[in-house]
Nanobody
Framework: QVQLVESGGGLVQPGGSLRLSCAASGGIFATMGWYRQPPGKERELVATITRTSSTKYAESVKGRFAISRDNAKNTVNLQMNSLKPEDTAVYYC?????????WGKGTLVTVSS
C-alpha cells in the first residue's frame, strides 16, 4: 500500500523560507513532486523530479524553489525561498508510477505578515 507523508508546512512571513519533506513507502516511483492548491483555486503543479533528477518547475516558482530527491530513502523535498503571499496553499506530495498518481494528505503553507 502506497503512503505519502508530508511535513514542514506552517506560517512564514513574506520573504521567508520553508522546507517541505515527503516520505514515500510502498513503491518505487518514476516521478515525485509537489502540487499546491491555493484557497478557492484548482490544484496546480509546483515542481517534479524524476529518478534521474530531471526537474520541472512552474514558472511562478522558478529561481525561488528547489526540489530534491533521495532515491535510497524514497523521499522528496521542496526548499522554498523568498516566499510570497501568493504561495499560500495546501501543498501535496505526489508520486507517479506507470501513469498512476498517488497523493499525500497535504500540508498547509501560509505566507503572511
Amino acid at each position: 500500500q502506497v503512503q505519502l507523508v508530508e511535513s514542514g508546512g506552517g506560517l512564514v512571513q513574506p520573504g521567508g523560507s520553508l522546507r517541505l519533506s515527503c516520505a514515500a513507502s510502498g513503491g518505487i516511483f518514476a516521478t515525485m513532486g509537489w502540487y499546491r492548491q491555493p484557497p478557492g483555486k484548482e490544484r496546480e503543479l509546483v515542481a517534479t523530479i524524476t529518478r534521474t533528477s530531471s526537474t520541472k518547475y512552474a514558472e511562478s516558482v522558478k529561481g525561488r524553489f528547489a526540489i530534491s530527491r533521495d532515491n535510497a530513502k524514497n523521499t522528496v523535498n521542496l526548499q522554498m525561498n523568498s516566499l510570497k503571499p501568493e504561495d499560500t496553499a495546501v501543498y501535496y506530495c505526489n508520486a507517479r508510477e506507470w501513469n498512476v498518481d498517488y497523493w499525500g494528505k497535504g500540508t498547509l503553507v501560509t505566507v503572511s505578515s
